[in-house]
C-alpha cells in the first residue's frame, strides 16, 4: 500500500526552526523527486520546495534561503529543515511524489506565532 506519513509540525515563535519528516512505503522511494507542500488558511495548497532522485533541489522563492530539504533512500525518508521562520509559514504541510500519488497523508500542521 503506498503512504506517507508527515511528522515534526508544532508551535513555533518567529526566528524559530522545526524540521519535518516524511515517511513513504509501497514504492520506490529512491527512484522518484519528492516534494513538500503547504495550505495555508483559507488558500490553495503550495508546493514549497522538490528534490529530485539526483538530489537536485528547488525551493518556492517564499522560503527559499530559509528552508532546505533533503532525503534518505535507506529510511526512505524526506526532511524539510525550516529556519527563520515567520508567522506566513503556518500552515498544514503535506509530502507527495512527482507525480503525485492520490491518496495524499494527513499533514503536519506548523503554526508560527509569539
Known amino acids: 500500500q503506498v503512504q506517507l506519513v508527515e511528522s515534526g509540525g508544532g508551535l513555533v515563535q518567529p526566528g524559530g526552526s522545526l524540521r519535518l519528516s516524511c515517511t513513504a512505503s509501497?514504492?520506490?522511494?529512491?527512484?522518484?523527486?519528492m516534494n513538500w507542500y503547504r495550505q495555508a488558511p483559507g488558500k490553495e495548497r503550495e508546493l514549497v520546495a522538490t528534490?529530485?532522485?539526483?538530489?537536485?533541489?528547488n525551493y518556492a522563492d517564499s522560503v527559499k534561503g530559509r528552508f532546505t530539504i533533503s532525503r534518505d533512500n535507506a529510511k526512505k525518508t524526506m526532511y524539510l529543515q525550516m529556519n527563520s521562520l515567520k508567522p506566513e509559514d503556518t500552515a498544514v504541510y503535506y509530502c507527495?511524489?512527482?507525480?503525485?500519488?492520490?491518496?495524499w497523508g494527513k499533514g503536519t500542521l506548523v503554526t508560527v506565532s509569539s
Open positions: 507527495n511524489r512527482s507525480p503525485n500519488i492520490p491518496n
Open positions: 509501497g514504492f520506490a522511494f529512491s527512484w522518484y523527486a
Open positions: 528534490i529530485t532522485s539526483g538530489q537536485s533541489t
